[in-house]
């Protein structure tokens, strides 16, 4: 499955992508098998799975149920080099670049080498800026990094095409779970302007308008997580 390349052909055709983000920390095998099937009932065209703080216990079993139930790509959305699961169909190889931590930038993805270079995992490089949400969210306390203040577009736009220029085939806009405010739309707008390749922005996105509002800025990929962990009838469906 040639997950990345369906990416890049959604945004030459300029189709908006949706996932859902779901954390396994926060959901039980039992509770599974019901969010797979809201997940198939809504619009997402992906689901990352991931936590900034999970030990990944049952993530094995959890992927393996929500990717024979749902059928939709399964990517991981690692915090950490135990989150690994060959369950998955690839994984987001995140670069924390907006923080100056060497663990987010570069150590946990020395130590997931192995693991990796076993799996059949499709590996797809993410350049991953936090941006500022208004609360210090779990990615911020865990990486020990501060975010981008929303404000400074200037930076965020930099970073994000420092990261191109690296050979990043992604580019995320986090503003993290649970954050008071999404990412701006004058940043993901001059950030999408000014970067070639997919833009996902996720955190703080709490409604259809809102989603609509971020794609129309220029966001390629949108990701929900807290608003549907909190409400799985979000799309009123």
């Known amino acids: 499955m040639a997950i990345y390349q369906d990416i890049v052909q959604a945004k030459k055709e300029n189709k908006k992508l949706l996932a859902i983000l779901i954390d396994p920390e926060k959901v039980t095998i039992k ?33 393996s149920i929500i990717k024979t139930t749902t059928k939709l790509p399964i990517l991981i959305f690692p ?20 923080g100056r931590n060497p663990e987010y930038l570069i150590e946990h993805h020395i130590n997931s080498v ?14 991953y800026l936090l941006i500022d949400g208004g609360k210090e969210t779990a ?9 981008i ?23 995320y806009l986090e503003a993290g779970s649970g954050a008071n405010q999404h990412v701006s739309l004058e940043m993901i707008r001059y ?6 390749i997919p833009l996902i922005v996720g955190g703080g996105i709490r409604s259809m308008k809102t989603i609509q509002e971020v794609y129309n800025a220029g966001a390629d990929l949108v990701v929900i997580g ?5 409400d799985t009838n979000f799309f009123n469906l």
Do not use: M
Not at 114 to 127: C, F, Q, V, Y
Not at 191 to 196: D, E
Not at 226 to 230: G, I, K, P, R, V
């Open 191 to 196: 950030v999408a302007q000014n970067i070639k």
């Open 79 to 98: 915090g950490h080099p135990s989150q690994i699961s060959n369950e998955a169909d690839g994984i987001l190889f995140l670069s924390l670049l907006s």
């Open 139 to 147: 990615v911020q306390r865990v990486s020990q990094t501060l975010p």
């Open 114 to 127: 192995d693991i990796l270079a076993k799996s059949n995992l499709e590996i797809i490089p993410t350049g």
């Open 31 to 63: 509770e599974c098998f019901d969010l797979s099937k809201k997940i198939i009932k809504s619009p997402a065209t992906h689901v990352f799975v991931g936590g900034s703080t999970f030990s990944g216990a049952h993530l094995d079993e959890l992927i």
């Open 226 to 230: 807290t608003a549907f962990e909190n």
């Open 149 to 171: 203040e929303q404000d400074n577009v200037d930076l965020a736009y930099k970073t994000a095409k420092a990261g191109e220029f690296l050979g990043k085939k992604l580019i």
